[in-house]
């Protein structure tokens, strides 16, 4: 059974920096491409960024472009968002998950298994 937890999230002021992980357990993440999406109260989810298997190339919405890095530890099975200069907009559960497609994709229907989420809220 694949699992995916996610953890790190919390409360931040805005200008602060947080380091969510995500932790595989059921499945080897080196063969597949992930990616994390967040989705703000009353919003769909939204793509923030994503990674091909190898680490080697990765991809960011624009809005955190300059101020997110996802990367990844296949030997620790496990994936990582790195966020910094964060604002109120930024304010979101996040969630990492796993596809089994050929390309790093945008789309939430793109992706097989999900984490249960972490709460980042960022406050002014």
């Known amino acids: 059974q694949v699992q995916l937890v996610e953890s790190g999230g919390g409360l931040v002021q805005a200008g602060g920096s947080l380091r969510l992980s995500c932790e595989a357990s059921?499945?080897?993440?080196?063969?597949?491409?992930m990616g994390w999406f967040r989705q703000a109260p009353g919003m769909g989810r939204e793509w923030v960024a994503g990674i091909i298997w190898s680490g080697l190339e990765a991809y960011y919405t624009d809005s955190v472009k300059g101020r997110f890095t996802i990367s990844r530890d296949n030997a620790k099975n496990s994936l990582y968002l790195q966020m910094t200069g964060l604002t109120r907009e930024d304010t979101a559960v996040y969630y990492c998950?796993?596809?089994?497609?050929?390309?790093?994709?945008?789309?939430?229907?793109?992706?097989?298994?999900w984490g249960q989420g972490t709460q980042v809220t960022v406050s002014s």
């Open positions: 059921g499945i080897t993440i080196k063969n597949y491409n």
């Open positions: 998950a796993l596809s089994r497609g050929f390309y790093v994709g945008t789309k939430s229907d793109e992706y097989e298994h």
